[in-house]
């Protein structure tokens, strides 16, 4: 996309995030925000920095998501102004002088020192909010008003409506995320290690691993039961049965988070049992629309996910009985999805308005991220899975319900771990945009 499109979807985005302002600052009835992307943090007795990560309510503005030290003073009506740290410095790369679509949207001024931006903050700080995770930088600078909720509640609700700049970026996204799965999945045909596996991603997506939006999930074989699994052996097992991927890939600051699984044995049944999931991904997919619970979407993936268990003889029972003892959660431990976007597990899934108003996810579904009825402009994941986890077996094998379990069939599947496809999904008002399958990830 050329630059003058995305200039000026990116106008119509800052317009958006302006009239968003006015409404929060008329509800703590202050005049404006000062927002603090944020800055390096040590580690523990030591003079090195943990790789930095953009105070988000930030790079919601504009995509400067590597510069820390830099601060933005928005009110809704007047020209932001961002004050850009730009340090005269022999040890590290100096931020380069801002040229980019976005600039002209912003008053800029450079800040040498990172304890001198209080001469470019408002004089009255008490009509300020310091919006950031800095609370003794905004005590000392003189905000008494930090994070306000009213302030806070309002933007993140209404960050679940992506603009059209957003959905842009997030599109981009997925297509750099679809390019290096591909890649990832020809290093696991060729017997790589989870080690070299995870090179492979980052070399195809040209992003670093304190790139990525999360860590990459590399799992072969049995490790693809644990769900947040980023161990990456660098030694290669004796024969790669399976391979889940759990991966994303960032945009101007916005996420990708995309899963696929894989395996070698193209007569096994797992090989069916991903296509089984894939399928049940895709009818999930279908069944979201404007109006429409995402606890309903959640609820038919376990239905969806009891079905698949009966029809390979995991389960020997009705799959609406296995969902009515709670058993598929042993199968099925997590929610379908959730809100994506600045962050990979965006804010205020469980919010029924803007005021924050909870709304829990069941108590049968309790690891449910989202519970919003789906609106247009909204963007998820859906990522059903169907894994053999060896503490949740051990939990039902020890119980009333093991006589359901047919175990002969669960130990044939036990070396391969598990299985999860995961999709990025854009709902419009009259159909589904999958960007994952749409940019050729199947």
């Not at 930088?137 to 993140?156: E, I, S």
């Not at 590399?218 to 699994?229: G, K, R």
């Not at 030694?235 to 991966?247: G, M, R, T, W, Y």
Request: hydrophobic residues 40%.
């Amino acid at each position: 996309m050329s630059n003058d499109a995305m200039a000026t979807m990116y106008a119509q985005h800052i317009d958006t995030l302006q009239t968003r302002t006015q409404e929060a600052l008329a509800r703590e009835s202050i005049d404006g925000l000062v927002i603090h992307s944020g800055q390096g943090k040590k580690h523990f007795l030591d003079d090195t920095i943990y790789p930095f990560r953009v105070n988000p309510q930030f790079k919601a503005w504009l995509p400067i998501i590597d510069n820390p030290n830099c601060w933005l003073i928005v009110n809704g009506v007047d020209k932001p102004k961002l004050v850009f740290y730009q340090p005269v410095d022999f040890w590290h790369k100096v931020p380069q002088t801002p040229t980019d679509f976005w600039v002209e949207y912003f008053d800029i001024v450079y800040l040498k020192q990172a304890n001198t931006v209080e001469k470019h903050l408002p004089y009255d700080k008490s009509r300020y909010a310091y919006i950031g995770e800095y609370i003794e930088v905004a005590k000392a600078l003189g905000f008494d008003v930090v994070n306000p909720d009213r302030v806070m509640h309002y933007l993140h609700y209404h960050r679940a409506y992506k603009t059209d700049y957003e959905l842009t970026c997030m599109r981009q996204a997925n297509r750099i995320a679809v390019g290096a799965h591909k890649s990832a999945a020809k290093a696991f045909m060729e017997h790589s290690s989870e080690f070299e596996i995870n090179q492979a991603y980052l070399l195809a997506a040209k992003q670093g691993d304190n790139e990525v939006p999360y860590g990459n999930i590399v799992a072969l074989n049995e490790h693809s039961s644990i769900l947040h699994y980023t161990a990456l052996e660098n030694s290669k097992p004796a024969q790669n049965l399976s391979f889940l991927i759990d991966a994303g890939a960032s945009f101007q600051g916005y996420a990708a988070d995309i899963t696929r699984t894989y395996t070698t044995k193209a007569g096994h049944e797992f090989a069916d049992l991903i296509k089984a999931v894939s399928a049940l991904n895709l009818s999930l997919v279908d069944k979201m629309k404007p109006g429409v619970g995402y606890v309903d979407i959640h609820k038919a993936a376990y239905l969806g996910v009891a079905h698949i268990l009966t029809n390979f003889g995991v389960l020997n029972m009705p799959p609406q009985d296995a969902v009515d003892l709670g058993i598929v959660s042993t199968f099925f431990p997590h929610g379908v999805g959730h809100h994506l976007g600045l962050q990979v597990h965006d804010v205020l899934g469980h919010a029924s308005d803007d005021r924050a108003t909870q709304n829990p996810p069941p108590q049968q579904h309790p690891f449910l991220r989202c519970t919003r009825i789906i609106e247009a402009r909204h963007v998820f994941t859906i990522e059903p899975g169907v894994y053999f986890i060896e503490s949740l077996l051990a939990n039902l094998k020890g119980s009333e319900h093991s006589k359901y379990v047919n175990w002969n069939v669960i130990d044939h599947m036990r070396p391969f771990g598990g299985v999860r496809i995961e999709d990025n999904v854009i709902v419009h008002q009259l159909r589904n945009e999958n960007m994952t399958r749409e940019a050729g990830l199947g």
